[in-house]
């Protein structure tokens, strides 16, 4: 990974994570053996029935957890806790209450020890791309689902993280919510070219945003298909009605259905 | 709860419902409330400050019935209270005793809720300082604070130091316990998200567990004020040279029951004071914590 210094790619390689077990109940392996990889500017998105491991993946990934075995890897910098190159976003709960939307975007700013008049700019912009001008001075209590989470992504992105973390970020917004926030994603995506690993239970979504998808059994959590998603960057809702986008679609939920249990 | 309750009546009323000969009342279907009992549910504004100032009346006038019906000298009128109230202020007293009673709590209350809010969000942050804490906590917040009195005493001489103390180890355990919950209460995604953001631990607490607990703590100092005072009186009953509690037994020594009804109104009202003004700080401090209560 080292040829690439400029932007710098994600590796994970021989990932195992166990659970030690509390009185008499056993060891539980969560994950066992993950190899994969985002390359910089892609983004790429881990589907997987409830229960697989794929959220404790994300959150090794994120410098949360500790994996038990294996390796997280950023441009060939070992991972071994959290960090602003790894901006995260999860599914509900992790904006500031107190802090105003502008603040809350800040706050990794903040952190960094950016002067006030940098941080002030930076916000503006993200605001901006984010279509949260108007809410700037607004706290996340009045704010719907869909732009709270608007604003948890202009947050994480603020320090201009390495990999975006998205741990289901759109798995409690509503189905035409959910729907808009993809659309949003894309473009941001376009606008900011960032990096983004994925972690949804939603296959169409995984498909619809995606470069490629990754396919994880249940309990063991193990690599079952790797995925490539063949649409460029700049697609539309009309995809969905690809012949091809369904397809894979029906391929990745059968995979998901027979994934073997352990 | 009214939509519901007009679709039935509308339902019940509807011509189909309605086409038997007799004049039967028509048929329904729940059960109606009353708009005073329905729980949960908003009365008019109106009403509600109307039953609060009618309780207080009610309140009044049950106390001037009492001394009515018993002997005045026994139950004073509220009007005789007032009257050896302002006899005690004249003459200075009260001002000396507030001063005192009021300095002890805010010295020893204010020890109280530091040590809460440090040891509280210790406890809820890291599983070593709860496995070290939470046994002993447990331990001795069991041990009656009262029954210290007489140890302290001993200990620390009559002056205000014995107070004090008595003070704080009487609600310090309430206050540990009650903000190690509020503190528990922060979510995690806050914190990691923090994390994410490249906050170290000391960041985090500062600038995620304690914002976030904030107005949770302030609710918690309100709620264990009550027990503060409490600790106060025990400690002015054993001695003291001022003081409400003093002024309390000193009043009942010389058969003064009208002062003492009004020393007991006067912690009626600081109660009520220190009460509303809590509220009033949370509300001003944390105003996005409101709407979610």
Partial sequence: MNERRERPGLTVTGLTKVFPGQRRHPDVMALDGIDMHVDPGEMVSIVGASGCGKSTLLRI???LEQATTGAVRIDGDLVVGPGPDRGMVFQAYSLFPWRTVAENVAFGLEVAGQPRAARRERVAELLGIMGLTDFAHVRPGQLSGGMRQRVAI?????????????????????????????????????RTGCTVMMVTHDVAEAVYLSQRVYVLSARPGRVAEEVTVPFGVARGPAVKRDIRFLDLQDEIEDRLHTAPAA | MTAVADAVVATAESPARARGTRRTPPPTRGQRQSALFRMRADIPPGLG??????????????????????????????????????????????????????????IGYSISVVLGVVFGVLMASFRSAESFLEPQTALLRYIPASALTPLFLVWLGIDES???????????????????????????????????????????????????????????????????????????????????????????????I????????????????????????????????????
């Avoid at chain 1, 741990?167 to 376009?190: C, I, N, W, Y």
């Avoid at chain 2, 009487?170 to 998200?193: H, K």
């Avoid at chain 2, 007991?264 to 979610?292: C, Y």
């Fill in chain 1, 61 to 63: 990934v994120g410098g």
């Fill in chain 1, 154 to 190: 202009a947050r994480a992105l603020a320090p201009e993280p390495d990999v975006l973390l998205l741990d289901e970020p759109f798995g409690a917004l509503d189905a035409q919510t959910k729907l808009s926030m993809h659309e949003f994603l894309h473009q941001v995506r376009q």
């Fill in chain 2, 49 to 106: 400050a109307g039953l609060a100032v009618g309780g207080v009346v009610a309140l009044l006038g049950g106390w001037t019935l009492a001394s009515a019906a018993m002997d005045t000298f026994l139950f004073p009128t509220p009007a005789a209270t007032w009257d050896a109230g302002v006899e005690w202020w004249r003459k200075g007293d009260l001002t000396v005793d507030l001063t005192a009673s009021v300095r002890r709590i805010a």
């Fill in chain 2, 162 to 256: 014995p107070k004090i103390t008595l003070i704080i180890v009487g609600t310090v355990f309430f206050n540990v316990l009650m903000v190690a919950d509020v503190a528990r209460a922060v979510p995690q995604e806050e914190v990691d998200a923090a994390y994410t953001l490249g906050a170290g631990r000391l960041r985090v607490l500062r600038q995620v567990v304690l914002p976030h607990s904030w107005p949770g703590i302030v609710d918690v100092a309100r709620i264990n004020l009550a027990a503060g005072w409490l600790m106060l009186v025990v400690a002015e009953l054993l001695a003291a040279d001022e003081g409400l509690a003093f002024r309390m037994v000193r009043a009942g020594r010389f058969r003064r």
């Fill in chain 2, 258 to 293: 009208d002062t003492m009804f009004a020393v007991l109104v006067v912690f009626a009202l600081i109660g009520l004071i220190s009460d509303m003004s809590l509220r009033q700080l949370r509300k001003r401090t944390a105003p996005w914590s409101e709407g979610s209560r």
